[in-house]
């Protein structure tokens, strides 16, 4: 069964502190893994990762995927009270049709002023 | 506004009561996702389509769950005789496959349906 883990599950910091989220997976058929964050509502789109090695970047925010160990990360460098939320790791694929996303657990982040 | 919407928005419904659930998603996405989302978890898969083809189905969804995508355009959530183990915040996604669905864009969610039954 396909199975998405994320660590940690909570984390603590203050501002202008940086942060490594951790994402692995086991997942047939592997396409993307890809990388959200949740506020109060839904989950709103970060990145994709399709490649190993390739860094991308939005702002503060940077990941990357390791497709032979299976895992990813998401960075967050100087860290604001509006970082706060649940990031949610899901991996696209699984079965024949490609179509799934299995999500993680997802890690709830507290940024403190 | 183009991003999926979803509605109703909060639905509180009596134990064994229906209950039906719509989305709208992006209008040119061809992949619909419904999934289930509990407090302290991430969303858990239950269905998706591509255009109007249900292609996959969890296994945790139960009979007492249809979803239907008619025209592939927008698709509809039943749960029938709902219990209180059905409240949760119900979530749908869009994306645009191409090809033979090898190539898939990342999923836009909307805002949810919460649904609580007493």
């Known amino acids: 069964e396909d199975k998405v883990v994320q660590s940690p599950l909570s984390l603590v910091v203050h501002e202008g502190d940086t942060v490594t989220l951790n994402c692995s997976y086991e997942v047939t058929n592997f396409r993307s893994l890809l990388w959200y964050k949740q506020e109060k509502k839904a989950p709103t789109f970060l990145f994709m990762l399709t490649s190993s090695g390739i860094e991308k970047k939005s702002g503060r925010l940077s990941s990357i995927l390791d497709k032979k160990e299976l895992f990813s990360i998401l960075n967050i460098t100087a860290t604001q009270t509006g970082d706060s939320a649940i990031y949610l790791c899901a991996v696209g694929g699984g079965g024949t049709s490609y179509g799934k996303l299995t999500f993680g657990q997802g890690t709830i982040l507290t940024v403190h002023p | 506004d183009t991003g999926v919407s979803q509605n109703p928005r909060h639905k509180i419904t009596k134990r064994g009561q229906n209950v039906t659930f719509r989305c709208d998603p992006i209008s040119e996405h061809n992949r619909l996702y419904w999934y289930r989302q509990t407090l302290g978890q991430g969303p858990e898969f239950l269905t998706y389509f591509q255009n109007e083809a249900q292609l996959e189905k969890s296994r945790l969804l139960s009979d007492r769950f249809s979803a239907e995508r008619p025209k592939g355009s927008f698709s509809t959530l039943e749960i029938q005789r709902t219990e209180q183990g059905d409240s949760a915040m119900y979530l749908c996604?869009?994306?645009?496959?191409?090809?033979?669905?090898?190539?898939?864009?990342?999923?836009?969610f909307g805002q949810g349906t919460r649904l609580t039954v007493v």
């Open positions: 996604a869009s994306s645009l496959a191409l090809g033979s669905g090898l190539y898939n864009t990342e999923a836009f």
